[in-house]
């Protein structure tokens, strides 16, 4: 089966390859089909109502079963900021660096008791026949003092769980604890379940 991912990020294409190729999916971007996917406004207020507007936008585009996901940092301190605009903390969509230096900015001085935070991913499925499918993940951890290791992206620096930084976990390693990878799993669950019905 193939699924079109609704999005241009390359290292969200590989976990998402990773774990759903056990299924045999194979997860193509609009631009190996050869097509340009519109810019989204992702006006939902949820995470769930973003992956669902950016599925069936490339659903649209594609007329192929599309899934997309929509994730983001969720910091207790900050109640639940920067949540569904992560990626547009600072003004600036997709600047990891000023997303990062704009957090440590806002959690100056808090200690690390109160410095709790959680990824969540949702992830939505849409097919042309109409039928949805739609998963959230979410990983618990805390946010460190310094940006910390080079791998993964986002807040990946700052995030930490079991006492090292989502950037310093080998892909395998992160895809076995983070919120896309739980998300993964149960989506791959879903859709498992799917397949087999239509059987």
Not at 50 to 77: E, R
Not at 94 to 117: F, H, I, M, T, Y
Not at 136 to 165: A, H, M, Q, V, W
């Amino acid at each position: 089966m193939d699924l079109v991912l609704a999005t241009n990020n390359i290292k969200k294409l590989d976990e998402m390859q990773r774990i759903l190729e056990p299924l045999n999916i194979n997860v193509l971007t609009a631009k190996k089909l050869g097509i340009d996917l519109p810019d989204v406004e992702e006006t939902g207020t949820t995470f769930e109502e973003n992956a669902k507007i950016k599925a069936l936008s490339a659903l649209h585009a594609t007329n192929l079963p599309a899934v997309a996901d929509d994730s983001g940092l969720m910091v207790d301190y900050l109640g639940g900021a920067p949540g569904v605009y992560s990626a547009r903390f600072s003004g600036e969509h997709g600047n990891d660096e000023k997303n990062n230096e704009l957090l440590l900015k806002k959690l100056a001085g808090v200690p690390e008791s109160e410095r709790g935070a959680h990824y969540i991913s949702a992830i939505c499925c849409v097919f042309p026949d109409g039928r949805e499918i739609s998963v959230r993940g979410e990983c618990s951890g805390k946010i460190g003092f310094e940006c910390d290791g080079t791998g993964g992206f986002g807040y990946d620096p700052l995030f930490i769980i079991n006492g090292r930084t989502f950037a310093r976990y080998t892909p395998k390693e992160k895809d076995a604890v983070s919120h896309r990878g739980r998300a993964l799993r149960l989506f791959a669950g879903e859709l498992k379940k799917m397949i087999e019905n239509e059987g």
